[in-house]
């Protein structure tokens, strides 16, 4: 979603502000714009890549130490020129970018049109810049009071950063609901959406809260106040983000690239917390709420996307392995159906950005009912993290893939390992079988491994499949949600339809769809279901589907029967997710790859989506 960059200081501005704007690539988007203070306000900005703008602007002088740039993901309004942001004021002395939606924008636009202004783009944000311009030729207040002053009349969500021509030392950033991140160098600051584009040129961040207001100055150096005025202390933080972790590292794709990281990052997810010499599993981040969660009434599971799947798969584990009940819920469903929420129910939040506007309200709805919430997120300082009372990290390094991949091995890992502490808290498994996942657990990374050596297979079986419209994906049990998973992997970023169903629901309406065009894959791993698997693929053998099977190594039954096999290591029937689900994403890959598509920027999607 919408990319904010900013920089003051006493270097040319251009160069880091269009580096940003790549660094934040990764977060999807549609128009590109940069504003540069030179004397008076230069704003260039273009529908497209941050490329098209950088051909705009090839020939244009950039000259300049201070400004703003945006990549935009269309919420009011199409993607054109005109919709890009920055957005000016009407005297053309003020610019501002946002990330956010203003909910009141048609009131606010009705009132300032009243005054007499005429309006040129169809965004709720130009309202908010011609709202600071009357304000501050109405009330002559200093610049950070006027921002200040117009955020008050504004509902919604937002993080914007707002240049003026009047104070060229400056620069005003202000959230809501939506991320930011400030760097502070030697006598210079930056400002973004994340710290992607700020880490190679300070470590020194500040994350500004909820309803706070930053302004950095080259005279005054760094303040922050919230929208009700009241003065805060900036909490500097360094950041632990590696550079290298941003770049493709030798793969043609980032998505590739989080492919083959998997094998570290579960690892990184379980190092410190897998203590292996005392068979045990210590969550550092939640101990504390090991007695809550052992005595909750249940545990409700929210998140969007792959960390929905993810929630099932922890669902799966959490009921049987603790025998604790879980519920999963889309957090966009959860959060306007006025759920029943006990305090003594304990809430946890699934989300790899951290920043997932649906997520983030579904947990302050359900803390303000007084539920106990506990963060799964991927980004360290994230909204959600922020706002959960306690979590856990998964440490799987950023992942620049709109797609998701090694945030849900990731997010699964630190299920599984929260599963099995309150198991042994609980006493509700045999000794035998909790040493025998505990060191299962342990070899995954290998494990996976392993499976990924099946990429050419993968590959050719592809290439057969790359013309197909439809596909069908089939799983039982905790192998259901993989199948979402894998469907929704091949059809975010190839454009196929593909459709995941519990294998048993095949009989009920998608068995209609089945004939020879039609690639059914199963996931039929010999522990869990496997008879039944095994019916089910007679059942499209028998009306002529074709069987794509992810089985486990040596087994010539399935692979007789199936059209294609792909292998993957034997496994725990608990953990087979973190190896089966290897396979589908190398798939989804090369599909996608050989149909043409973008592989890491699918289009019309956002790799962190910060609006509802
Ligand atoms: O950052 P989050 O995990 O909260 O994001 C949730 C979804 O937007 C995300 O998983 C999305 O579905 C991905 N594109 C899936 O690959």
Redesign the pocket.
């Known amino acids: 979603m919408c990319g904010i960059v900013a920089y003051l200081g006493a270097k040319e501005a251009s160069p880091i502000l269009i580096n940003g704007l790549k660094r934040l690539e990764y977060r999807g988007y549609d128009s590109a714009g940069i504003a540069l203070l030179n004397g008076g306000m230069h704003v260039y900005k273009t529908r497209g890549k941050v490329s098209d703008l950088e051909g705009l602007i090839e020939d244009k002088d950039l000259s300049g130490t201070t400004g703003i740039a945006h990549t935009r993901w269309a919420t009011h309004g199409e993607p054109n020129d005109i919709n890009a942001h920055p957005h000016t004021s009407p005297n053309g002395k003020i610019s501002l970018i946002h990330n956010g939606i203003i909910e009141n924008y048609a009131i606010l636009k009705e009132e300032l049109k009243q005054r007499g202004y005429v309006f040129t783009s169809d965004t709720d944000t130009e309202v908010l810049v011609y709202l600071i311009q009357d304000i501050y030729e109405h009330e002559k207040t200093d610049f950070a009071e006027t921002v200040r002053l117009a955020l008050s009349q504004v509902t919604g969500a937002y993080a914007i950063v707002v240049l003026s021509q009047e104070n060229p030392d400056m620069l005003v950033a202000a959230r809501k609901g939506s991320p930011l991140v400030v760097g502070i160098g030697e006598g210079e600051y930056f400002m973004a959406s994340d710290a992607a584009p700020i880490v190679e040129y300070t470590r020194q961040v500040v994350y500004p809260g909820e309803e706070e207001i930053v302004v950095v100055s080259l005279k005054d150096g760094l303040k922050i106040m919230t929208i009700a005025k009241t003065e805060k202390t900036p909490y500097i933080q360094t950041l632990e983000l590696n550079l290298t972790a941003l770049e493709k590292g030798g793969f043609p794709h980032f998505m590739l690239k989080e492919i083959y990281e998997q094998p570290r990052t579960v690892r990184d997810s379980m190092r410190g917390r897998l203590n292996m010499e005392q068979g045990l599993v210590v969550l550092g981040g939640i101990q504390d709420y090991t007695r809550k969660l052992l005595n909750a009434r249940r545990i409700i599971i929210v ?5 929905w799947h993810a929630g099932l798969v922890g669902e799966y584990l959490i009921e049987e392995l603790a025998r604790i009940p879980v519920e999963v819920e889309y957090a966009s469903e959860f959060r306007y159906r006025n759920p029943i929420i006990f305090e003594d129910d304990i809430v946890i939040a ?7 506007a649906d ?1 983030l309200a579904a947990i302050e709805m359900a803390k303000a009912k007084g539920a106990t919430i506990l963060g799964i997120c991927n980004v360290v300082g994230s909204s959600i993290a922020r706002a959960s009372h306690a979590g856990s990290y998964t440490h799987a390094g950023p992942e620049i893939g ?3 991949t090694k ?1 849900f091995t990731s997010q699964v890992t630190i299920l599984t390992l929260l599963a099995l502490m309150l198991a042994e808290k609980k006493g509700s498994l045999a000794a035998s079988r909790y040493y025998r996942l505990l060191h299962e657990l342990n070899s995954i990374p290998e494990k996976i491994e392993k499976a990924l050596k099946a990429n050419e297979d993968i590959k050719k079986i592809a290439e057969i499949f790359s013309k197909t419209s439809n596909a069908l994906y089939l799983g039982r049990g905790i192998n259901f949600p993989v199948a979402l998973e894998g469907a ?2 091949l059809k ?1 970023i190839s454009y196929i339809h593909a459709e995941g169903y519990p294998a048993a629901e095949m009989k009920h309406g998608p068995i209609a769809l089945i004939d020879a065009e039609m690639p059914v894959l199963v996931i039929a791993t010999r522990k869990g279901h496997y008879d039944k698997m095994v019916s089910n693929i007679q059942e499209v053998k028998a009306r002529k589907g074709v069987i794509i099977a992810i089985v486990s190594e040596g087994d010539d039954n399935v692979e007789s029967m199936a059209d294609y096999s792909i292998e993957i290591p034997e496994t725990d029937e608990m953990l087979v997710p973190l190896l089966a689900t290897i396979p589908l994403q190398l798939l989804s890959y090369h599909m996608a790859l050989i149909r043409g598509c973008n592989v890491d920027q699918p289009r019309n ?1 956002a790799k ?2 910060t609006v509802e």
């Not at 699934?350 to 997932?356: A, D, L, M, N, R």
Request: glycine share 14%; net charge negative.
């Open positions: 998140g969007c996307g792959t960390s699934i989300s790899q950005s951290g920043e997932t997520t709109v797609a998701s945030a929704l992997k975010e999607l962190s989506v």
